[in-house]
C-alpha cells in the first residue's frame, strides 16, 4: 500500500538546513506563507499541512501516533538530513510527540505556544459554529464569514477559519479541513498530554506574552521532558505569536537555529 504524504509547499535551498513548519488546529500552511518564503532565504524550507487539513489527505484518525508516522513517512519522502522541525500549538503537539518518539530523526526542535501536558476542551462553541453551516446557501466566502459572525463575537477567528473555505469542482463550498475528522478526535487530541519520554535536544518554547497556553508551572515540567529547553516570551503578541509579532518571531527563530 502506498504511503500517503503530507501535502507541502517547499521553499528549495540546498545545502542548508531544512525547517519543517506545521500549522495549528483549523490552519493550513498558507498561515506562514509570509514568514515561510522569509525562513525559506535561508533555509531549506516545508510548510506542510497536517492530515485532514489544507490540501492534506483526510482520515479518521487524528492521534499523535497518526502524526509521528506522517512526519517520519514526510522525512523519508523527501530525503531529509535531521530537519529543524517548528509547530505552532497542535502543530507543536505533533512535532514535540515526534521528537521524543523519534529523536535521532530531529536536528532542534522549536514549539509556539503549547505545551506537552493535557488542556481543557476549549474549541467546542467553534466546532458549534462550524457545524451550523449549510453550503447549500453558501455563494461566497463572505456568506460564510457572516454565518460564523452570528455564532463567533472574535473578528480574528472568523476570518482564520474562512481561510478554509474554498469552490470546489462542482462550484459549491467547503471546508478545506475535515471537520467530521476533528470533531471526532479532538478531546483525544486536547484532553491527552504528551506521552512520557525525554528528547535532549536543543529545544524552544515560544510564548505570546498576552498568552496563557504556557504557565510558569508548564516550563518546570516542559523541562523534564525536555531538559536542554530556552524559553522566549514574544511581546505584543497572544497565541497566534507569528502572526501578531512576525519581527520578533522571526529573530527569535533564526537566533535560535544558528547558535
Avoid at 96 to 116: C, G, N, Q, T, Y
Avoid at 153 to 167: G, T
Amino acid at each position: 500500500m502506498n504511503k500517503q504524504i503530507l501535502h507541502s509547499k517547499i521553499y528549495e535551498n540546498k545545502n542548508k538546513p531544512s525547517l519543517l513548519i506545521f500549522h495549528g488546529l483549523f490552519g493550513l500552511l498558507d498561515n506562514w506563507g509570509s514568514l515561510g518564503k522569509k525562513f525559506g532565504e535561508n533555509y531549506d524550507t516545508h510548510l506542510i499541512d497536517l492530515r485532514n487539513h489544507g490540501k492534506s489527505f483526510h482520515s479518521d484518525e487524528m492521534s499523535y501516533e497518526s502524526m509521528v508516522e506522517d512526519i517520519a513517512d514526510y522525512i523519508d519522502f523527501y530525503n531529509l538530513n535531521k530537519p529543524i522541525l517548528l509547530g505552532h500549538s497542535l502543530g507543536g503537539r505533533a512535532v514535540m510527540s515526534f521528537s521524543i518518539e523519534k529523536p535521532d530523526l530531529v536536528h532542534k526542535l522549536i514549539v509556539v505556544d503549547m505545551a506537552p501536558k493535557a488542556y481543557e476542551p476549549h474549541h467546542v462553541k467553534i466546532f458549534e459554529a462550524l457545524n451550523t453551516i449549510d453550503f447549500s446557501n453558501v455563494r461566497d466566502r463572505k456568506d460564510v464569514e457572516n454565518m460564523l459572525s452570528k455564532e463567533i463575537d472574535n473578528k480574528a477567528i472568523v476570518q482564520f477559519l474562512v481561510k478554509n473555505v474554498y469552490r470546489k469542482d462542482d462550484n459549491s463550498f467547503d471546508f478545506r479541513f475535515n471537520l467530521k475528522g476533528l470533531e471526532k478526535n479532538y478531546i483525544h487530541i486536547i484532553s491527552k498530554a504528551i506521552e512520557t519520554g525525554i528528547f535532549l535536544g536543543s529545544s524552544l518554547f515560544i510564548s505570546g506574552e498576552k498568552s496563557n497556553y504556557i504557565l510558569e508551572d508548564d516550563k518546570i515540567e516542559i523541562i523534564k521532558q525536555f531538559p536542554n529547553s530556552e524559553f522566549i516570551s514574544i511581546s505584543n503578541a497572544g497565541h497566534w505569536v507569528q502572526a501578531e509579532n512576525p519581527t520578533d518571531f522571526y529573530n527569535s527563530v533564526v537566533s535560535f537555529i544558528e547558535s
